[in-house]
């Protein structure tokens, strides 16, 4: 599997210079760049093209990186969050259950069903 992925990638680095061999052949013309701050005269037309193309590319990976990196910042303060209360969750569960209601007085050693509440279960009757 390597080897048919490094052969696909060798074979994609050939056509790309054999366009980009191409695209130089074909604009080959000089033409004049004026730029705001500078201007250059007989600058090749695919070298004006082939450096807009890397220009756009470096703005865009300058953009990229800015974005990657709020996001890791944003994923890092979750992450601290999500550490927090699992700690937080693993001491509540560490914690003691709480002790029983005291009974109410009279009540003492009385079975299911006979604290008056209407919600207990009767106690159950053996048939035998």
């Not at 760049?33 to 093209?49: H, N, Q, T």
């Not at 974005?67 to 927090?84: E, M, T």
Request: aromatic share 6%.
């Amino acid at each position: 599997m390597s080897s048919l992925r490094r052969i696909l990638w060798a074979a994609t680095g050939i056509a790309v210079l054999v366009v980009g061999w191409s695209f130089a052949q074909a604009n080959h013309a000089p033409v004049d760049l004026s730029l705001v701050f500078a201007e250059f005269p007989g600058v090749r037309l695919w070298v004006v093209v082939a450096g807009s193309f890397a220009a756009g590319l470096a703005c865009c990976g300058v953009l990229s990186g800015v974005k990657l990196a709020q996001l890791s910042l944003v994923s890092r303060r979750y992450r601290r969050a999500v550490q927090r209360l699992e700690s937080e969750l693993q001491e509540l569960r560490n914690l003691p259950l709480a002790p029983e209601a005291p009974s109410v007085a009279g009540d003492a050693g009385a079975g299911p069903g006979s604290s008056g509440d209407p919600g207990a279960a009767a106690p159950q009757r053996s048939l035998r």
